[in-house]
């Protein structure tokens, strides 16, 4: 079965530091692994995936993630966060091309001290 | 183009009542989903459909619980009693079978049961 694992509940960082969220995936074939991010009070938004190809993929905002298949990871960086980052992101797997369903993780809450 | 649009946004409603959320997914978009979201859950699939025909309805919690989808073009998840317990954030989302994974959220419907 798949699984998603988002070992950080809560993370703080400083306006203009960089940020890495860490994602870890359970599952037996190649994973499309996603972002999602969502902001208070609204509902998610995809950031970027990844299907195959390039393990560094980018994203809208600034974001980008690194699949490494040896580490079962796909984690979320951003060089320089801005306040506007604030908000709950999410990591999702899904079992291949054309299958919808995913499974997400728990989230991390991003707080951005000024 | 609009995007997802969930009604009614906030719902309060007594132990006992009938409850009844609403769903219009994008124009074009051929799958729809019902999550529920919670503190203590996260993010929980309770049932999605495909060309409006429900495909995995293994997330319903128990016989309360309905979704239809009777076009292409409007879902309702009703909940019928209702209970405390089902207090939480519904969110609907759609997406096109040809964009894996690529899944669109309302804002959700914010529901407490008293």
């Known amino acids: 079965a798949q699984s998603v694992t988002q070992p950080d509940i809560h993370i703080t960082v400083s306006e203009g530091a960089s940020l890495e969220l860490r994602c870890n995936y359970s599952?037996?074939?190649?994973?499309?692994l996603f972002w999602y991010v969502q902001s208070p009070g609204q509902g998610l938004q995809l950031l970027l995936k990844?299907?195959?190809?390039?393990?560094l993929v980018q994203g809208i905002k600034g974001f980008e993630a690194e699949f490494k298949r040896s580490q079962s990871s796909f984690n979320l960086r951003k060089p320089s966060v801005h306040w506007s980052d604030a908000a709950e992101y999410f990591c999702?797997?899904?079992?291949?091309?054309?299958?919808?369903?995913?499974?997400f993780g728990q989230g991390t809450r991003l707080t951005i001290n000024p | 183009d609009a995007g997802v649009i969930q009604s009614p946004r906030h719902e309060v409603t007594e132990m006992g009542q009938e409850v009844t959320l609403r769903c219009k997914p994008i124009?074009?978009?051929?799958?729809l989903f019902w999550y529920r979201q919670t503190m203590m859950r996260g993010l929980e699939l309770l049932i999605y459909?495909?060309?409006?025909?429900?495909?995995?309805d293994s997330g319903m919690p128990e016989d309360r619980f309905s979704a239809k989808m009777p076009n292409a073009s409007f879902s309702t998840l009703k909940i019928q009693p209702s209970e405390p317990r089902d207090s939480a954030v519904y969110f609907c989302?759609?997406?096109?079978?040809?964009?894996?994974?690529?899944?669109?959220f309302g804002e959700g419907s914010r529901l407490t049961v008293l």
């Open positions: 990844y299907f195959s190809g390039d393990t």
């Open positions: 989302a759609s997406s096109f079978s040809g964009a894996t994974g690529e899944l669109f």
């Open positions: 599952y037996g074939a190649t994973p499309y």
């Open positions: 999702a797997v899904g079992p291949g091309r054309g299958a919808q369903k995913l499974v």
């Open positions: 124009s074009g978009h051929d799958y």
């Open positions: 459909f495909n060309n409006n025909v429900p495909i995995d």
